[in-house]
């Protein structure tokens, strides 16, 4: 699998909890870790809006999440596959936090194409993104899930 980091250099600064969302991205890219098996895990990052929201997206090729499981997901020890090894609380931790920093999550998925998850985020001047960077970098390491 090829870890791709589409996250710009000059990308503005995010009024977040630096640490939270470095837990965001490690559970995101956890998982896409988790169900890719060959393809890419892709990163990005732009402005949207009037330039005063920044879209974060994690996108793999990996095994897709089916249609009539995209609303469970966000519910607390859901898990699309029960084999899983997790305890189905990740993507509701990440929900809940993004909220917190009054932001938004969207997924959309194919089956056996791949799932892209994307966070809005308020612009503003308190995180910097070398937070975005390392988190991409930390998930990348070996020995997550």
């Known amino acids: 699998v090829n870890m791709v980091n589409a996250v710009p250099e000059d990308l503005p600064v995010l009024q977040v909890d630096c640490a939270r969302l470095q837990q965001i991205l490690i559970n995101l890219l956890g998982n896409a870790v988790k169900f890719t098996r060959t393809g890419e895990i892709r990163v990005s990052a732009e402005m949207q809006g009037k330039g005063d929201l920044v879209a974060i ?21 859901q898990q699309v596959e029960p084999a899983a090894q997790s305890t189905g609380l990740g993507l509701t931790i990440v929900r809940s936090l993004i909220e917190a920093m009054g932001g938004m999550i969207e997924v959309e998925s194919v089956v056996m194409q791949g799932t892209k998850f994307t966070i809005g985020l308020p612009k503003s001047p308190e995180c910097a993104v070398q937070k975005v960077q390392g988190a991409v970098t930390r998930a990348a390491e070996p020995g997550l899930p």
């Open 57 to 77: 997206s994690v996108k793999d090729t990996g095994r897709g999440i089916p249609e009539d499981k995209l609303k469970a997901i966000w519910q607390a020890f």
